[in-house]
């Protein structure tokens, strides 16, 4: 293992001998494209998940959500609840468990082309489940998924197909049914994660996935990207129960970690762009991680 110097010169190890996860192992089941997503995180996820029985999983910022997904697909926890404050990706998961088969229809039955998608961003008074469906439609056009204001749509896109590029309907209504199997299992709160870390929630067999903003990147990718990440350490190091928390790697989040004395470690990943980098991953315990 190589190291490398902080700004605050402290060594800290470069994962050179770990195995990137190949993503195209791991089942799709999220029926967003999102910026920021853990799918490559997966097999990681079980491997922490396994060593608990009767888990209560809480994802305070669950985006789209496919580590509560695949936990509930894979009986990986016995409940989980997602949290997710932002309006446009809580009405997709809100539409999910209440509208589903709505929302099947109007992907099934969408022509996409620019008119119909402008026509349908711009209709005013949006229930609930027209925001979920505008809210899909600009996350399968928006260039990157990338749902914050200012995102274009895509241009040239795979094969020159342009803005149908990433709209796969009969994928995506097949996605969207199978997450409603899980229901019974499945709590969606619309709200802020700040209010499930708190003590209420730190009992007995809960592991929390923690996968806030990145720190750098957040403010391009999401409208919700200015959290307070020292308020999330702190409540982190007062957590009596499991958790596993993801951040990218930068001496910031490093010098958070050390602050509250978290272990960390440094997992490889690669971007969609098909650049290699580390991210990390603080956990009360790594026991589970070899
Ligand atoms: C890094 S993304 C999560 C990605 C997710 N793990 C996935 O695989 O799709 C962070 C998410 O936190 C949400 N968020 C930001 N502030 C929040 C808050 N205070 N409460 C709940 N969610 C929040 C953002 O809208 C964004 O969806």
Redesign the pocket.
Known sequence: MGVQLTLFNEAYPISQNQKVTNVSSVPKR?P?R??????WLIPTIRKWLKKGNGIKLI?????????SITAAAENLATSIIM????DD?ASVWETIFSDNEWLVDSILSFEMNIENVNSFLLKENKTTKERAFATILRNRTNHGGILAKGAGFIKNGENGKGLASRWYPATLARRIREVLISKDKITFIH????DVLNKDFYQDNVYF?I????TIA?KR???????NHEEIFRRVSDMTCHYLM?YDKSDYVISLAEKYSLNWKTIPMTTTQHIQKDEILISDNFDWFD
């Open positions: 999220s967003f999102y910026a920021g997503g853990k799918t994802e305070p910022f669950c985006g789209g959500g496919i580590v949290v997710e404050l932002d990706v709200g802020d994660a700040f996935f996968d806030p903003p990145y957040g990718l999401y409208t919700y990207f200015d959290v993801t």
